[in-house]
C-alpha cells in the first residue's frame, strides 16, 4: 500500500513538473514572439471573430490576416467562404506552434505563412485584417496604401491607422470585453 501511495505521488510530481516546464516554454517562446514581432500573442473572441467574417465584402477573392496568431480568423474566413483563399501571416513562434498543431481541422482554402507581413505582397488581396500595436499599425500603413488595390477591405482591430480615416467604426462588446473594429475600404 505505501509503495502505490509513494508511486502516486512521484506521478504527481512529475507531472507537476512537467506542467510547469510548460508554462515557462510557453512564457519563453511568447517573449521570444513579442521581441520578434513587436505583438503579443493575444487571442481574438469570437464575437469579434464572427463580425470580421461578416464584413467580407465578397465571398471569393483573398483575404489576408496580418499577424495571424494561432489561425482562429483565418480558419474562421476559410469556412465561412470556401471560395475565397485565407491566408494567416505570423513571424511569433508560440502562434506558429499552435497553428500546426491545429492544422488537422484546417479547411482547405486556408493557408499559414510563418513569414513578416512587411515582406509580403499584398496586392492580390481583397479582404485584410490585422490586430497589431499602435507602432506596427503606423510603420505598416504606407505599405498598404501602396499594396491594396481599390475595392479591398481592411479591417484593423482596437489600432486605427495614423492617416487614413475608417470608413465605419464599429465597437463591440460583450460585458467587460470592449473592441473597436475600424473599416477602411480602399
Known amino acids: 500500500m505505501e509503495t502505490a501511495i509513494m508511486l502516486l505521488a512521484i506521478f504527481f510530481l512529475l507531472v507537476l513538473i ?3 516546464l510548460l508554462f515557462a516554454a510557453t512564457a519563453f517562446l511568447d517573449l521570444v514572439g513579442y521581441l520578434v514581432a513587436d505583438v503579443p500573442f493575444i487571442p481574438i473572441p469570437r464575437y469579434v471573430v464572427e463580425k470580421v467574417v ?3 465584402p465578397k465571398k471569393d477573392g483573398v483575404f489576408y490576416d496580418l499577424g495571424s496568431g494561432e489561425g482562429r480568423m483565418v480558419t474562421a474566413v476559410a469556412r465561412a467562404y470556401p471560395r475565397m483563399r485565407a491566408i494567416g501571416i505570423e513571424k511569433a513562434p ?3 506552434l499552435l497553428t500546426r498543431f491545429s492544422s488537422k481541422k484546417r ?3 486556408a493557408k499559414f505563412l510563418f513569414k513578416d507581413f512587411n515582406n509580403v505582397n499584398l496586392s492580390d488581396a481583397s479582404f485584410v485584417y490585422m490586430y497589431l500595436l499602435t507602432k506596427v499599425s503606423y510603420r505598416l500603413e504606407p505599405k498598404l496604401t501602396a499594396e491594396l488595390k481599390p475595392g479591398t477591405r481592411l479591417v484593423s482591430c482596437d489600432f486605427p491607422l495614423k492617416v487614413r480615416q475608417p470608413d465605419q467604426t464599429i465597437p463591440l462588446s460583450r460585458g467587460n470585453n470592449k473592441h473597436t ?3 477602411y475600404d480602399f
Do not use: S
Open 18 to 20: 512537467a506542467g510547469m
Open 54 to 56: 461578416a464584413l467580407a
Open 94 to 96: 508560440l502562434p506558429v
Open 107 to 109: 479547411p482547405p482554402n
Open 181 to 183: 473594429l475600424y473599416v
